[in-house]
């Protein structure tokens, strides 16, 4: 396919740029001129001879607004910027010249059959440089602004940004995972300077109203522990996040862009203000990672000694699928036998070379130092995992795993009950 839609026109030679809607070959999208003018192009019938293509001016923000489904195709055709716009009748013979016809705006919806309103395009699909398709284009949702604070003598470094990318990501993780809901945050496009990352979450509208109001929590200095409670935050991802804004002694803005509101801005002020109060309270609560849910210890043993020899973890090595591989890696991570990066630890390591009684013994430590097992314990008003009733794994996990459903916490108490019962024969005290 071409990229020139005309050439040498009294608008210059347009080229096509992003097309809209496409049925046997373009019907309407946008083209530039040399010096970066921007146009849409409508086809509205052919007769014997000719297509006729409506060639309307259109701005860079409206082009944007009109690519990101802000207004309809609609609005797009009758609510024009200039007063003129153009009709051009193309001739099938590319040796006959274009006619261009100059028509006044406000006469559009007169002149031709517009499309029904609230019909938005149907997606974006740039034209190449070689007249091949590109990808279609993907728009972000939104946009996580992180500078420097006033305080800060020391500029941002793309480790510190990284970490609080990351705990934000985690953050917003957590949160959809108390709904039983699943999402990802995919980076769309970043900007240098203060750092700007712009990114889409197809479900981070959903709880724009939460941030929001847990934005004006934190910007008159409120009560964020009950405001936590209330609504079932994951009290160690949110510490997580306040305190990487603060080792990075940098302020975190997140937008939309698509309406442009400012739903959260932390302040490493703010983070300060309540860090002492969160750090507390993350250590009495248990957060839903924190939890496992892989029923089977004599398997998480498996694994860690799969991984020591570094096997590959698959159905045929282990009898589990790819989903059941990672409950069970992350069960060994939490009992400190795998560290966060996926490298067996040296405890893993001496779990591998021992015999399996000795693993039980191992795993029953780990089990109660892990911040899980020492807040049943805590919870539970006893001093070691030797006084804990296993019966109890529910209700502990609704009073003190707020972030997860109670659909969730049913099945993870199983898996507590499981791990208590397989070890608590083998723990022996220090």
């Known amino acids: 396919m071409s990229t020139v839609f005309l050439g040498d026109t009294q608008l210059g030679s347009l080229f ?17 001129n040399e010096v970066d003018n921007l146009f849409i192009v409508y086809w509205i019938g052919d007769n014997d001879d000719y297509d006729k293509w409506l060639v309307i001016p259109i701005s860079k923000e409206r082009l944007e ?28 013979d590319d040796s006959i010249e274009s006619d261009f016809l100059r028509l006044e705006s406000k006469d559009i919806i007169t002149t031709i059959k517009l499309p029904k309103p609230q019909l938005y395009i149907s997606g974006v699909i740039p034209v190449l ?17 992180i500078e420097k604070s006033s305080s800060s003598i020391q500029p941002l470094v793309l480790s510190g940004v990284s970490k609080v990318f990351d705990f934000f990501n985690q953050f917003y993780s957590s949160i959809l995972k108390s709904t039983d809901e699943k999402d990802v945050m995919m980076p769309v496009s970043g900007r240098p300077g203060s750092f700007a990352l712009s990114f889409q ?17 934190i910007l008159h200095h409120g009560d964020l522990v009950r405001f936590v409670q209330k609504n079932s935050i994951d009290i160690q991802m949110l510490t997580g996040l306040f305190q990487s804004v603060i080792d990075t002694s940098s302020n975190l803005e997140l937008k939309s862009n698509n309406t442009g509101d400012l739903i959260l801005l932390i302040r490493k002020t703010d983070a300060e203000f309540y860090i002492k109060t969160l750090a507390k309270l993350a250590s009495e609560f248990v957060g839903g990672y924190q939890v496992p849910q892989a029923n089977i210890i004599i398997k998480v043993f498996e694994i860690v000694n799969l991984k020591w020899q570094d096997k590959r973890l698959d159905l045929e090595s282990t009898g589990l699928d790819d989903r059941h591989v990672l409950y069970y890696i992350h069960a060994a991570k939490i009992l400190g036998f795998i560290s966060n990066n996926g490298a067996v630890t040296a405890l893993g390591h001496q779990l591998s070379e021992s015999s399996q009684d000795k693993r039980l013994r191992i795993a029953a430590r780990s089990f109660e130092s892990s911040h899980c097992g020492w807040a049943w314990v805590t919870w539970s008003g006893a001093n070691n995992i030797n006084g804990i009733d296993p019966k109890t794994a529910e209700e502990f996990l609704l009073d003190k795993c707020i972030s997860l459903s109670a659909k969730t916490i049913k099945r993870r108490a199983s898996t507590l009950r499981q791990w208590y019962e397989a070890l608590q024969p083998h723990y022996h005290e220090l």
């Open 201 to 217: 979450a197809e479900k981070m509208e959903g709880i724009e109203p939460l941030l929001k109001e847990l934005n004006t929590v």
């Open 16 to 32: 096509m740029k992003n097309i809209y809607e496409y049925f046997e070959e373009p019907r309407f999208f946008s083209v530039h």
């Open 129 to 145: 440089a070689t007249g091949k398709l590109g990808k279609p284009v993907e728009f972000s949702t939104h946009e996580i602004h």
């Open 65 to 92: 607004h009109l690519e990101r489904k802000k207004i309809d195709i609609h609005a797009s055709l009758v609510y024009q910027e200039q007063k003129y716009y153009y009709q051009v009748n193309r001739n099938y």
